[in-house]
């Protein structure tokens, strides 16, 4: 992978719009269901509106705006911040709750920072939500509206992070030490992080070239799992219908 440090976090319309490029989102997205992917991003079919989603974009730009050290004019659009699929709505005391947290006490060295991770077919195009530095030691901050749900295709987004901090996406400097961490306001604080060795980069990025390939390979079958009761194409996927038939209650 090799990553070049974007400076505008939008992409032009026909750019964004082709399959040759996708976000961190879309990776996890991909992660959870091939099929869920290629519904949102290839042959893109019809979507409920997703009240969670506006709440979780409103809750990442008031922290984003509370560590810039300005006041909230506007709302932020839909695609302005990475967000995994089926992220849990927020409760009214989540800002409070970050505002408390070691988060909210601490300006952090990178503020939305975008990047991009290319390879020769496939782009991703991402934001880090921040990044605190203590003397040298880096951690990553991923900051999530809703409440910790164990969910193994997340740790995509946190893999993409560390890659591309790596690659040296933050004006080419690197890290004596990097930890990246989801930061959950849902419900109470709740981290999960994770300390980035070489083992675990050489992981994450075979889990990422893993998944462009199998992208550009146009590999789109269904992965049924609990997702699946939260799928905005359950209607029209067979297997999908098939698992939550065996899964009931």
């Known amino acids: 992978l090799s990553l070049v440090l974007d400076s505008l976090p939008e992409l032009p319309g026909d750019e964004a719009d082709s399959p040759s490029v996708t976000s961190v989102s879309g990776l996890v997205t991909y992660a959870t269901c ?3 992917f290629y519904w949102s991003e ?14 979780g ?30 992220e849990a709505e927020p409760k009214a005391d989540a800002y409070a709750t970050f505002q408390k947290s070691r988060f909210g ?9 975008p990047f ?12 880090i939500d921040a990044v605190y530095d203590t003397d040298g030691a880096w951690e990553v901050v991923d900051f999530k509206s809703g409440r910790h749900r164990p969910d193994a295709a997340r740790i995509v987004q946190l ?8 690659e040296g996406a933050l004006g080419g400097e690197r890290p004596d030490a990097l930890a990246v961490t989801f930061a959950y306001f849902g419900a109470g604080l709740e981290e999960v992080t994770e300390t980035v060795d070489d083992a675990w980069l050489d992981a994450a990025r ?3 070239t893993g ?35 065996e899964n009931q209650g």
């Open 159 to 166: 893999q993409a992070y560390a890659v591309a901090v790596d």
């Open 57 to 86: 974009i409103e809750l990442h730009r008031k922290i984003e705006l509370h560590n810039r050290g300005v006041v909230p004019l506007e709302l932020a659009e839909d695609d302005s911040y990475d967000f995994a699929p089926d």
């Open 211 to 245: 998944i462009l390939s199998d992208i550009n390979d146009e590999q789109f079958e269904p992965s049924p799992s609990a997702a699946c009761h939260h799928c905005d194409f359950a209607k029209f996927c067979e297997a999908g219908q098939a698992w939550l038939a």
């Open 105 to 113: 006490q601490v300006k952090p060295r990178w503020i939305e920072a």
């Open 116 to 127: 991009k991770l290319a390879t020769d077919d496939l782009r991703i195009r991402g934001r």
């Open 34 to 36: 091939p099929k869920r």
């Open 206 to 208: 075979d889990r990422i």
């Open 42 to 55: 290839v042959d893109r079919l019809p979507r409920r509106p997703a009240p969670w989603l506006r709440r």
